[in-house]
């Protein structure tokens, strides 16, 4: 049993910094071997159940990463709307490329013209960049690949779970950030399209027929999600 927890403890020394870091190689490994456990390691889904039973996330830490990505990721695309639609000339509509068909050319399409907005080439470049340093960095965070064993800072193995609840805080503050910025873009477009008669009477039915209004279209305006 001794040798056993020796062996493990050796083991845990030369592929936890590695799987901290996500390293595309691990000691041992072939190619085939690497590429499946990049997979199952660092995959945001299949990751959180087929990881390796030494890697130093775990299912809970990889949820909470999860959700971080997913709060940014939200609040990130509704931020960059929200910017073009109120604070350019163009709104979300003005084009950032386009390309025309010619008429004498037999093609299977629905349109004419494929053309790139300003909106999506902005939030697919920089928006996806933003996204995706976000990502690692609350996953090198999580991971702490110095302070584990084997790590260049492993003196400071005890504090290892720091980054944890550090992480931990910045998912709980993204969720509240990206929850107010989906109200007030629904709330700014409710006030956009929103083009009901006013109904001047006090009678019940007109009140009834106002209530049903508003909410039909407080309903509406979250169909982006």
């Not at 030494?54 to 990130?76: C, E, N, Y």
């Not at 107010?180 to 477009?189: E, K, N, Q």
Request: aromatic share 12%.
């Amino acid at each position: 049993a001794e040798m056993t927890r020796k062996a493990e403890r050796e083991l845990a020394r030369q592929i936890v910094p590695a799987l901290a870091a996500r390293s595309y190689h691990i000691p041992g490994n072939n190619y085939c071997q690497d590429w499946l456990q990049y997979f199952t390691n660092n995959h945001p889904f299949f990751g959180i159940c087929c990881h390796h039973r030494l890697h130093p996330v775990t299912l809970m830490q990889r949820i909470v990463v999860l959700i971080g990505s997913l709060t940014f990721g939200l609040a990130m695309t509704n931020c960059i709307y929200i910017y073009f639609l109120y604070h350019t000339e163009e709104g979300i509509e003005g084009e950032f490329v386009s390309v025309a068909v010619d008429a004498n050319v037999t093609v299977t399409m629905t349109a004419n013209t494929v053309s790139l907005t300003n909106y999506q080439a902005f939030l697919w470049t920089v928006g996806g960049a933003t996204h995706s340093m976000f990502d690692l960095s609350i996953w090198y965070i999580t991971a702490c690949a110095c302070c584990q064993r084997g790590g260049c800072l492993e003196c400071c193995y005890c504090c290892r779970s720091l980054g944890s609840y550090l992480v931990m805080f910045t998912v709980v503050l993204m969720a509240a950030v990206a929850s107010f910025i989906v109200v007030l873009r629904a709330t700014l477009d409710t006030n956009e399209v929103r083009d009901i008669s006013n109904i001047t009477s006090g009678g019940l039915f007109d009140d009834e027929i106002q209530l049903l209004e508003t909410v039909r279209y407080e309903r509406r305006s979250f169909r982006f999600l």
